[in-house]
């Protein structure tokens, strides 16, 4: 909502918004392109006289400004949808679709794209540090869009995605989420072969080879060309060092990229941002040439700081499986130096439980586990029991602080995953590892 709300402001309206909890990156955004934030959802609200109310899906009945919107048959629109009548109907709209990696490959796509001077407009869920913004509006005729699962709003339960005209469509991954709209994995196929069915004959699919989830979605129905990258796909990619790879198209190499990004997830993310790339007249060579100077994007596996040797890292990483790809890319780097791993559990499918006795196995390559408990509705300490005495769990925020600074040695990697702003952990472990050098 805050990429559509900056979007809106670059169209040339005047624009505010509301929310009950904005913090950065988002509030900064917000607040650098003169849109005024206002804590809350009073009906007082109604007083500065919007043309249009375009309703966020955090925003339910029985929110009181909500209430006065009905009550006195204002006009409002959902968030997608005005996106999809107001930008995206004269685009062409590049959309990244997926449980994992939506953000970065929407990023690398982006960039790609503006590497190559297309000077795409786009609407991301992070801040890719390539641009500094999440979203903007430009005269060129490409859109990439982080193209998301979750419903749309109170009035209107499907997946966003189907409201933005995808033309070119990546579907990257598939697993069960979201379980507080979706009841099993086979929900979220059908709103995936929703997002599918839409997608024009002229356009094009790319989907993950290694994913047998997605191929159970196309089995349902494809009307359009599909390419596979990964796995045993059209699309490879080749590695023998940890700072580069080579891709490879039917077996022939298109070129390489070169750069600081850790995992196989991300060596993946890169085939698919490439591989769309292609499909709007971008050559691989020049997209590979274009990674090598993207810069990833703010809160995924960003360094934060370094106190006397140790690292602190803040990463978005929320699900057991995204936990494992970012653990798993952190330790090929930092080979037997100590990792020492914070997690938030926030999410509303982890707050929920379904993916608690996953979480241990997630963690496997840890040396230290340090897990905040506070306002969950399971144990912590229970589901982590398999880890032993590597795994500790607080509900009090400056208690778990307080036991990494006192843990933590120099060469050790301090890695924070959350998909919030975890209480300004990150700074706050370097500040106070810093009291500790000076002492």
Request: hydrophobic share 45%.
């Amino acid at each position: 909502m805050g990429g559509i709300a900056a979007i809106a402001r670059h169209a040339g309206h005047e624009v505010t918004g509301c929310d009950l909890n904005v913090y950065p990156p988002m509030s900064d955004q917000l607040a650098n392109q003169g849109i005024q934030l206002i804590e809350g959802y009073a009906a007082e609200q109604l007083s500065l006289k919007p043309d249009l109310w375009v309703i966020g899906n955090v925003v339910s009945r029985g929110n009181p400004l909500m209430e006065e919107i009905l009550d006195r048959a204002e006009p409002y629109v959902s968030g997608p949808q005005w996106l999809a009548d107001n930008v995206l109907h004269n685009k062409w709209v590049l959309a990244v679709a997926g449980t994992h990696g939506k953000t970065s490959v929407s990023s690398m796509l982006a960039w790609i794209l503006e590497d190559t001077g297309h000077h795409p407009g786009f609407l991301i869920g992070g801040v890719p540090r390539n641009f500094g913004i999440s979203a903007r509006l430009t005269d060129s005729r490409y859109f990439v869009i982080e193209a998301d699962e979750y419903d749309t709003s109170f009035f209107d339960k499907r997946s966003k995605f189907v409201h933005y005209r995808a033309k070119t469509a990546i579907l990257n991954n598939l697993e069960f989420d979201h379980a507080d709209i979706f009841g099993d994995i086979g929900s979220i196929e059908r709103q995936f072969h929703h997002f599918v069915r839409i997608i024009p004959r002229s356009g094009l699919i790319l989907a993950n080879a290694a994913d047998p989830v997605l191929a159970r979605v196309l089995k349902q129905g494809c009307w359009t060309p599909t390419e596979l990258f990964g796995g045993n796909g059209k699309w490879r990619a080749e590695t023998s060092d940890v700072d580069g790879f080579r891709v490879l198209l039917e077996g022939l190499e298109q070129g390489r990229v070169s750069w600081e990004l850790l995992g196989e997830h991300n060596r993946i993310n890169a085939l698919a941002a490439i591989a769309a790339a292609r499909h709007a007249g971008v050559a691989p060579a020049a997209a590979c040439e274009a990674l090598s100077r993207f810069i990833n994007v703010k809160r995924r596996m960003e360094l934060r700081g370094t106190v006397e040797g140790v690292a602190v890292y803040d990463d978005f990483a929320h699900h057991p499986t995204a936990i494992a790809a970012t653990l798993a890319g952190l330790r090929r780097k930092v080979g037997k130096a100590r990792i020492l791993a914070v997690l938030e559990p926030r999410s509303n499918t982890m707050k929920l439980g379904v993916m608690k006795d996953a979480l241990a196995g997630s963690l496997a390559d840890a040396d230290l586990v340090y897990c905040y408990g506070a306002q969950l509705g399971w144990s912590p300490a229970d589901a982590l029991a398999p880890l032993g005495a590597k795994a500790i769990c607080h509900d009090d925020l400056d208690a778990l602080i307080s036991d990494i600074v006192a843990a933590a040695k120099p060469g050790d990697q301090v890695l924070v995953m959350s998909n919030g702003s975890f209480g300004g952990i990150h700074q706050k472990l370097l500040d106070r590892l810093n009291v500790g050098a000076r002492c």
